[in-house]
């Protein structure tokens, strides 16, 4: 798992979520609340609410519509998570059966990790 975690929180803005997960070429960014996991943004779900793409607007516009929603309207508040102390076979059975690309690893409500499809071929690559 990655225990350096980007987070980002309920109330920002999408235009931050999306200049962070460009800069730093994430797809998954866990939404906390004083450290505690309250939901997952992906990089589908900013797809998904930059309607301004399929409308042809350019970068600008939509960066500016972007400006106008907040992470808790678009992102996905019931989240899978698995145990710190949980083995890598279980992480991965969850990720297929339940279709997810990441999967937070919390302990007592708090984020502590997180455990991606990269993540999970780093262990089979040795």
């Known amino acids: 798992m990655t225990t350096d975690v980007t987070t980002i929180g309920r109330n920002d803005e999408l235009t931050i979520a999306d200049?962070?997960?460009?800069?730093?070429?994430?797809?998954h960014l866990p939404v906390v609340?004083?450290?505690r996991l309250v939901g997952i943004l992906t990089q589908r779900d900013l797809f998904h609410a930059a309607l301004s793409t399929a409308m042809n607007f350019?970068?600008?516009a939509q960066k500016e519509f972007l400006k106008t929603v907040v992470v808790k309207e678009v992102m996905t508040d019931e989240?899978?998570?698995i145990d710190p102390n949980a083995d890598?076979?279980?992480a991965a059975r969850l990720m297929i059966e339940h279709k997810i690309g990441c999967l937070p690893v919390v302990e007592s409500g708090k984020l502590v990790g997180l455990v991606t499809e990269t993540d999970l071929l780093r262990v089979i690559a040795g």
């Open 19 to 27: 200049d962070i997960m460009k800069m730093k070429r994430l797809r």
């Open 33 to 35: 609340e004083e450290g």
């Open 58 to 60: 350019g970068e600008k």
């Open 79 to 81: 989240v899978l998570s």
């Open 88 to 90: 890598v076979k279980e």
